[in-house]
């Protein structure tokens, strides 16, 4: 099992910027992928972002020229930069990691974007 951990969320004015960050508990080359979903109040859990350990992104349409997932593969870390946030980015922000046994879920760090 590999153990994720996210960091970096807040409260944010409308257009402000955040970057999240999940720290994995094992090197990043037993991982197939790393990612973020996010869920608000009401509705289902979302895919955010997506990163294979190959370099490969992913982007819901919502946060596309917005939002930038890295991967550093020496500290084990995934990134999430959010610029020009909005207040439906408000949501808790969860950090994947998938690999060959399946997914582990990090328990989550809440974003609220209000003036």
């Known amino acids: 099992q590999v153990q994720v951990a996210e960091s970096g969320g807040g409260l944010v004015q409308p257009g402000g910027s955040l970057r999240l960050s999940c720290v994995a508990s094992r090197s990043i080359f037993s991982i197939i992928a790393m990612g973020w979903y996010r869920q608000a109040p009401g509705n289902e859990r979302e895919l955010v972002a997506l990163i294979s350990t190959s370099g490969t992104t992913n982007y819901a349409d919502s946060v596309k020229g917005r939002c930038t997932i890295s991967l550093d593969i020496a500290e084990n870390t995934v990134y999430l930069q959010m610029n020009t946030l909005k207040p439906e980015d408000t949501a808790t922000y969860y950090c994947?990691?998938?690999?060959?046994?399946?997914?582990?879920w990090g328990q989550g760090t809440q974003v609220t974007v209000s003036s």
């Open positions: 994947l990691a998938v690999t060959i046994r399946g997914q582990n």
